[in-house]
Nanobody, 120 residues
């Protein structure tokens, strides 16, 4: 099993910034991809950004010029720097990974989520 623990959410004013972090732990053999999804009340969970072990990134169009995803492979940690935040960015943000543990195939894992609220 792989556990994901997010941190860094909170309340921020429009135009402000936040940095989310997510640490993966457990009997990890390899991590193919890490990323972030978000879910606002009454909406489906959707992609924010992902990053592969090789550093290739993918962003939702709505955040492409404002958010930046990065990764520290040595620490099994992924970061999401969120700038120029808007009210529509308000959501629960979930860390996601595709990883394998010793002797097991690649599997999807989700964190518990961290709330980001953008409001004046």
């Amino acid at each position: 099993q792989v556990q994901l623990v997010e941190s860094g959410g909170g309340l921020v004013q429009p135009g402000g910034s936040l940095r989310l972090s997510c640490v993966a732990s457990g009997r990890i053999f390899s991590i193919a991809l890490m990323g972030w999804y978000r879910q606002a009340p009454g909406k489906q969970r959707g992609l924010v950004a992902t990053i592969t072990s090789g550093g290739s990134t993918n962003y939702a169009d709505s955040v492409k010029d404002r958010f930046h995803i990065s990764r520290d492979n040595s620490k099994n940690t992924v970061y999401l720097q969120m700038n120029s935040l808007k009210s529509e960015d308000t959501a629960a943000y979930y860390c996601y990974t595709i990883a394998s543990t010793t002797g097991a195939p690649l599997t999807n894992y989700w964190g518990q989520g961290t709330q980001v609220t953008v409001s004046s």
